[in-house]
Nanobody, 126 residues
């Protein structure tokens, strides 16, 4: 059973940067999973922010475009989300999600993913 574990959240000042990680385990053979990054703030729905395909093609949503970038290291079975120029509006629980695929694309739609991590909290505050 595929397991995903996020880490790297915490407190950061406005304008700062943070990189969160998503470590995958519990699978055999190749790391053929598209990975999406989603966030959810209190009282809000889950928002797709970035994703990365099996071969490393990255896509970001409009709300974070130019500031957030997803990437992956298949040798480490790990996916990253680099977050720059952070604002308090970026405060949320950040989740990674996986979908097995052989196609080199990814999606920001949450219902296309089958496995989810537990999330890591990011707080942006002065």
């Amino acid at each position: 059973q595929l397991q995903l574990v996020e880490s790297g959240g915490g407190l950061v000042r406005p304008g700062g940067s943070r990189r969160v990680s998503c470590a995958a385990s519990g699978f055999s053979s190749e790391f053929k999973f598209a990975i999406g990054w989603f966030r959810q703030a209190p009282g809000q729905g889950r928002e797709g922010v970035s994703c990365v395909s099996i071969n490393g093609r990255a896509t970001s949503g409009n709300s974070v475009k130019g500031r957030f970038t997803a990437s992956r290291d298949n040798a480490k079975n790990t996916v990253y989300l680099q977050m720059n120029d952070l604002t308090p509006e970026d405060s949320a629980i950040y989740y990674c999600a996986a979908r097995y695929t052989t196609v080199d694309n990814c999606s920001l739609f949450s219902d296309e993913y089958t496995h989810w991590g537990q999330g890591t909290q990011l707080t942006v505050s002065s």
